[in-house]
């Protein structure tokens, strides 16, 4: 197992503390066979499943660890626009739980309904109880359905997709691309920032452009951004759509959809004309998911979660911690699955650290890369390095530290399905 700096220093400490004959915080009455505290993790996505694993891991198997999660299995976003441009399927990105079971990471299959912070204990969806020490929520985002008049109806009846949490979407909305037939129009509509993987909408349509080229060349991809300019990687985007696909991508910034009509396959704009195309995507606005929000913790705008950086506790119960898509970012912060793990690692490590009584680290750092691919063979980057700053109790990027690709390259798109493999197996194994 590989440790990032951060946690091989916390390891070191711990172990140190221990040889040296430390007791347990809470534990140094007790004669033997101490109970173990116990960590209920919440949501088994990228964030959740790699705290629960650095939980065991970090504590050596001292804490008792409980992941409760609705799906059988791990479906990665990450990759799932390589669907829709025909190179993955689905099965691609779903991986089992097993490797955390290994771990002794103990997996129930539900949800967790309801939150009781002051007992200390979250509500299954059998109406079940269950204990814990410390709460960690990772329970990605959820869509402000209402923000869009008739989208909600209009994706219960499978005329307008999202795809924006991988899985059946991801496949319908492949199986729309190739029933439109070759002169259609590929619509992508795009909420304002904040939301779920800021450079992912663009990736789609360039893969989508990518499969386009291939099997449907008089088709045309329109991407229709409520922001005022591409929001990430703009460049190199505008570049690639330039180079790769003339005539096939445009991109309209400013164009913020108020209604939807799925059966005449219609959108309405606050300010332009309504517009038509045969394969619409709309993502809706977000927030943190339902259960942060419906038990009071989305303390920002009503949408995202407040949280202290240096343990990622909510700003509402010390015991709760939330991390990944669902909590406010700090300074160029993006929502992603890089990110959700690096949340996890420094939260998981300082949760340890307090349920063993050790100190917290004092300089938690977080890492973000983000590939892009824009076609089969071709792939950009972003990547960025964050450091805790204690003064303003935020991250801040560290100068000259990160980057940006120069130009769409095949060596990156190599890396890219590298990097996938690797976050796969570092979140799960
Ligand atoms: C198309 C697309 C492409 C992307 N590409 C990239 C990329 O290349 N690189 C990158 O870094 N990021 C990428 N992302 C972003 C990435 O997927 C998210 O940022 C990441 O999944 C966030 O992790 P999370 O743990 O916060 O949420 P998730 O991974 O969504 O996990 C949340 C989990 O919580 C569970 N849950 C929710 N509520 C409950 C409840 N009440 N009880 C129990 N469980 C619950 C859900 O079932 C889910 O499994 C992409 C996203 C999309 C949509």
């Known amino acids: ?12 400490q711990r172990s140190a503390a221990l040889l040296g004959g430390a007791s ?11 109970a173990k505290a116990q960590v209920l993790v919440v949501g088994g996505g990228f964030g959740g499943a790699t705290a629960a694993k650095y939980l065991r891991f970090l504590s050596d198997g001292r804490v008792g660890v409980t992941l409760v ?12 626009n390589l669907v829709l441009e025909g190179e993955k399927q689905i099965i691609d990105l779903t991986h089992g739980y097993g490797g955390l079971e290994a771990l002794g990471v103990k997996r129930l299959q539900t949800r967790v309904s309801r939150i009781d912070a002051i007992g200390k204990r979250a509500q299954l969806a059998d109406g079940s109880w269950l204990l814990y020490d410390k709460l960690l929520l990772s329970p990605g985002i959820d869509f402000n359905w209402n923000a869009i008049a008739g989208l909600q109806a209009a994706n219960k009846a499978g005329q307008v997709l999202q795809a924006w949490k991988a899985g059946p979407e991801t496949t319908a909305l492949r199986a729309q691309l190739e029933a439109m037939p070759d002169g259609g129009v590929y619509a992508i509509s795009i909420p304002e920032a904040p939301y779920r993987c800021p450079p992912g909408p663009y990736e789609r349509a360039s893969l989508v452009a990518s499969y386009f080229k291939r099997v449907k060349p008089k088709s045309k991809v329109l991407i229709l951004d409520a922001n005022p300019d591409i929001t990430s990687k703009a460049g190199l985007f505008r570049k690639v759509w330039a180079e790769h696909y003339p005539g096939m991508v445009e991109y309209r910034p400013q164009h913020k959809v108020l209604a939807v009509d799925g059966a005449k396959r219609t959108l309405k704009f606050e300010l332009q004309e309504d517009l038509r195309a045969d394969v619409l995507n709309v993502l809706p606005p977000m927030q943190a998911g339902e259960l942060a929000t419906a038990n009071g913790l989305a303390t920002v705008n009503a949408r995202w979660c407040g949280v202290d950086y240096l343990n990622f506790a909510s700003t509402q119960h010390k015991d709760i911690h939330v991390i990944g898509d669902a909590i406010q970012i700090a300074p160029l912060m993006p929502k992603s699955a890089h990110m959700a793990s690096s949340h996890a690692k420094v939260a998981a490590a300082q949760i340890v650290a307090e349920l063993l009584g050790l100190p917290l680290n004092p300089a938690p750092m977080l890492t973000n890369t983000c590939y892009s691919l824009v076609s089969r063979n071709l792939a950009i980057h972003v990547a960025s390095v964050h450091a805790y700053d204690a003064a303003d109790k935020t991250y801040k990027t ?4 990160g980057g940006v690709s120069s130009q769409a390259n095949e060596i ?5 399905q590298h990097w996938a493999k ?5 979140s799960l194994n």
């Open 1 to 12: 197992m590989r440790l990032n700096p951060e946690s091989r220093r916390l390891f070191l």
């Open 24 to 34: 347990l915080a809470g534990c140094a009455t007790a004669p033997s066979q101490p």
């Open 69 to 80: 999660e609705p799906s059988s299995a791990f479906v990665s976003c990450p990759m799932s």
């Open 398 to 401: 560290v100068p000259g530290s």
């Open 412 to 416: 990156e798109a190599a890396y890219a």
């Open 422 to 426: 690797t976050i796969w197996a570092d």
